[in-house]
């Protein structure tokens, strides 16, 4: 492994740049590459062949581009794909699954609610995870139509808002008091959503400990970047690059690219 090589990342869009966020705070002299496949989201409602065949592609890119360990900053990719992924390549893989274990453990109400894809949601790798809970209630809700809203920069829309109350009351209704978001487009929601869930309920995403885990990873195989400078970021989408520059407050460039 080559330390100064980049930490590539990929995500049906702009959402896992929440991911990278957390990555760069957390390992700020790190190069990252990161890949928007913004023209195939969203993942969540694609068959388990689609999403391995896409994500083959997206590391197929990323490898080009000599990463030393992919994120597969994705909940649907990484519950649909991440098996197949680490059987063919040879580089470390990062998953991101929903968070689950931190909400269970905490609860006290033993009521927690998930908002997620109906990829992620429908996956056996989430079953698997939510088995494990057997005292601990699980509200799902598929979050229809929220990624392409994120993707199209109406996260303040009156269309999100009415979505966002559709699937967050009943599960207020069902007393929970953790919600677990599963994708990784959905922190950016979270302004709107303490508006409507009471100030009591507590929201989890996987961000930190997917930075955590990817700092082990590296930590453990000698591929930590010992540069003092701060990392290059380099930014591709295959879609509009108008919104992806917004998410990242145009501090990055962001170059548009077929693939």
């Not at 809970?133 to 929220?146: R, V």
């Not at 487009?185 to 508006?195: D, E, N, S």
Request: proline share 5%; hydrophobic share 35%.
């Amino acid at each position: 492994m080559e330390k100064n090589n980049p930490i590539g990342l990929f995500d049906s869009g702009i959402g896992g740049t929440s991911i990278w966020s957390a990555i760069h705070d957390l390992l700020p002299n790190e190069n990252t590459v990161y890949l928007a496949d913004s023209k195939n989201a969203p993942y969540g409602q694609k068959s388990k062949e689609e999403i391995i065949q896409l994500c083959i592609k997206n590391t197929e890119f990323l490898l080009k581009h000599n990463c030393k360990i992919i994120v597969v900053a994705c909940n649907t990719a990484t519950t649909n794909a991440i098996k197949e992924l680490r059987a063919n390549y040879n580089v470390p893989f990062i998953g991101i699954e929903p968070a689950i274990k931190p909400a269970a453990i905490n609860s006290q109400k033993h009521v927690i609610g998930i908002l997620a894809t109906q990829g992620t949601l429908n996956s056996e790798l989430f079953h698997q995870t939510a088995e494990k809970f057997h005292d601990t209630k699980i509200i799902e809700q598929i979050g229809h139509g929220l990624v392409p809203l994120i993707e199209n920069g109406e996260i303040n829309s009156k269309e999100m808002n009415q979505l966002l109350h559709v699937y967050l009351e009943p599960m207020i209704t069902a007393n929970i008091d953790y919600l677990v978001l599963g994708c990784s487009h959905y922190p950016y929601l979270i302004p709107q959503i303490k508006k409507i869930l009471p100030k009591e309920i507590k929201i989890i995403d996987s961000g930190e400990a997917v930075a955590r885990q990817t700092k082990n990873v590296l930590s453990e195989r000698n591929g930590l970047n010992d540069e003092k400078n701060k990392g290059k970021a380099i930014f591709y989408t295959n879609s509009n690059p108008r919104v992806l520059k917004d998410i990242l407050n145009n501090k990055y460039d962001v170059i548009s690219r077929d693939f």
